[in-house]
């Protein structure tokens, strides 16, 4: 039987969303190394879409060097690889080229950064828009001619939580940009793709549909986070994670890895972690439990796998840059302290490792109705939560 993958999101300790400027190839392997030792499968990191192409129709040299040493890093440890492209999105702030930007189009929710600082303005219709679908495909064609043959390479991701950088005027043009790119990057490195989607695509109506942007997906991923899901019932509900990866499922009918869940630690001087802000947190011991108890109900529901946002806790020397200097939670997510020592939840992934975890075939009938669901937004995610807690009883 097919293996349930574990696996860790990734940026380096010392350098985060900058590590592509400020790139040590060291950090990578030490890193790499240590994943690897825990006993987890894969890693997923992030290529920032501005080093990577600074200019429309430029994809630079330099940080292609980087993408091998990764590569080259990630192949050594005996571990698979899962780049995520157009990033995009990334801890509460868009990571923007300049060329990408529409005057028109204020930034939003989100903060826009360049790396020459913030812009008031955001992204353009990159699902629809001509140029910018060019530029798309050149990165796509690119990046994966690079890295065709390696051995480590899983699966490319598409974006992280790209709804977050704009939302499609309709849910054809998210489909046709997902059929376009998804094409590109299988033909051109013989692997296949999939598509970070995120729990507030099922909030409200976003213009997508996982039946249609998935459609060319080797598998479907989802993201979600207690702390961040107003349905929750309290920080540390182990069934919204399980949960959301039903709806997946049901949605888009193919199988579904969990690739992000986690939620933020709590700072030394927070006494009461459910009434920390921005978010509630956990206490590293709560983290332990809280990944245990869902690994083991994606684990035994049908889940290919699942993985831990993030691999480290953050350098507070970038406490001035964003996303930290506005997001402070931010730097506490990690199952290793920004000193390195490992956290009580690094050693449960261990330890869930070396069980002998398969992916369980999915006997349970649709769960839920895409149609359905979304014209009963915005309350169908808390109906429908309510109807699980009762199904899975």
Not at 43 to 68: K, M, N, T, Y
Not at 147 to 173: I, Q
Request: charged share 25%; hydrophobic share 45%.
């Amino acid at each position: 039987m097919e293996r349930f993958r574990l696996g860790v999101n990734y940026w380096p300790a010392r350098s985060a969303m900058y590590a592509w400027e400020r790139f040590e190839a060291a950090d990578w392997r030490t890193d790499m190394q240590r994943i690897a030792a825990l006993g987890l499968d894969v890693v997923r990191f992030f290529l920032r879409w501005e080093s990577f192409q600074p200019e429309i129709d430029r994809i630079d040299e330099a940080a292609l060097a980087h993408f091998d040493a990764v590569m080259d890093a990630i192949d050594e440890a005996g571990l698979k690889a899962m780049p995520t492209l157009f990033c995009g999105h990334m801890s509460g702030v868009n990571w923007l080229p300049p060329w990408s930007l529409d005057p028109q189009t204020p930034h939003g929710r989100f903060r826009s950064m360049t790396l020459a600082g913030e812009s008031p303005y955001g992204i353009g219709d990159f699902y629809a828009d001509p140029k910018l679908l060019e530029a798309q495909k050149l990165f796509a064609r690119t990046i994966a001619q690079r890295a065709r043959g390696r051995r480590s390479l899983w699966c490319w991701d598409l974006g992280n939580e790209f709804s977050n950088l704009r939302e499609p005027r309709a849910p054809e043009d998210a489909a046709r940009w997902s059929a376009t790119l998804s094409a590109i990057l299988s033909e051109h490195s013989g692997v296949g793709v999939t598509g970070g989607i995120h729990g507030e695509d099922f909030e409200r109506d976003r213009h997508i549909r996982p039946s249609s942007i998935s459609l060319p997906w080797r598998f479907a991923t989802m993201h979600g986070y207690s702390v961040y899901s107003a349905f929750a019932r309290d920080r540390l509900d182990a069934e919204v994670v399980p949960y959301l990866c039903e709806l997946a499922r049901s949605f888009t009918e193919k199988p579904v890895l969990f690739s992000e869940f986690g939620n933020p630690a709590c700072a030394p001087n927070e006494a009461h972690p459910e009434l920390a802000k921005p978010f509630a947190c956990l206490t590293e011991r709560e983290m332990a439990d809280y990944c245990i108890a869902v690994v083991d109900r994606l684990q035994s529901r049908g889940a290919l796998g699942a993985m831990w946002w993030c691999w480290s806790d953050y350098d507070e020397a970038l406490a001035a840059l964003p996303p930290f200097d506005l997001a402070t939670h931010e730097f506490r997510f990690g199952m290793v302290r920004a000193n390195g020592t490992l956290k009580p939840v690094a050693h449960a992934l261990a330890a869930l490792a070396t069980r002998e975890m398969s992916v369980l075939p999915q006997a349970r009938p649709i769960f839920a109705d895409e149609t359905e669901y979304y014209a009963a937004m915005p309350g169908a995610i808390t109906a429908n939560y309510e109807r699980y807690l009762v199904d899975v009883r």
